[in-house]
């Protein structure tokens, strides 16, 4: 059952990519990076399971958001910026009747949100973020720096953790993108 609602979670996926070429590349290394990162935090299996499908349709709500921002080639401005958030509000009102997706819309919902409370769509903070969240953001954010996007090149990986290592405790929570950093200086290069 589970291959088969991830194969049908990866159609969406699909969808979003005919929008935003890349999209699906970005899905799938976010859904494998999470599975790696929920088994080296000591997640159990169904955990994982809501961790990956919420990596799957993280971005989903971008069906929503104009071309013309989505691939612009320069930083977004504030009024563009405020637009794209909105992508958060599209997914979990797509989403929110799947009610067998439970935790994985979590994930979508607080993907964004920040340690420090300067988040979005909801400004939580800290532990009040759901746990899966956390792990996805940096996982996301991780992707998104060693990745090619529109507006900058990827950046190497070492510049991408020593990023991630400064947003500790304000970004991210600190005990998660602690075992991230630890674990990839340990394992080597992970993309």
Not at 8 to 37: C, D, F, I, V, Y
Not at 159 to 167: D, T
Not at 182 to 190: D, L
């Amino acid at each position: 059952m589970n291959i088969l609602c991830e194969a049908a979670l990866l159609g969406w996926t699909r969808l979003l990519h005919l929008k935003q070429p890349g999209t699906l590349e970005h899905s799938e290394r976010t859904l494998h990076l999470s599975n790696w990162l929920g088994r080296e935090l000591g997640l159990c299996e169904n955990q994982l399971k809501y961790l990956r499908w919420g990596a799957l349709l993280h971005d989903i709500g971008k069906l929503g958001i104009p071309q013309d921002i989505l691939g612009k080639p320069m930083q977004l401005s504030a009024e563009e910026f405020q637009i794209m958030q909105k992508h958060i509000e599209y997914g979990m009102r797509w989403l929110k009747p799947l009610e067998f997706l439970g935790p994985a819309r979590e994930v979508i919902h607080h993907h964004h949100e920040k340690w420090d409370g300067s988040g979005y769509p909801l400004k939580l903070q800290q532990e009040e973020i759901p746990y899966l969240a956390r792990i996805f953001a940096v996982v996301d954010v991780y992707d998104a720096l060693t990745s090619n996007r529109p507006y900058r090149k990827a950046l190497p990986q070492t510049e991408a953790l020593g990023m991630i290592e400064a947003r500790m405790g304000s970004h991210f929570d600190p005990a998660v993108a602690g075992i991230f950093l630890s674990r990839i200086k340990m394992h080597g290069p992970v993309h």
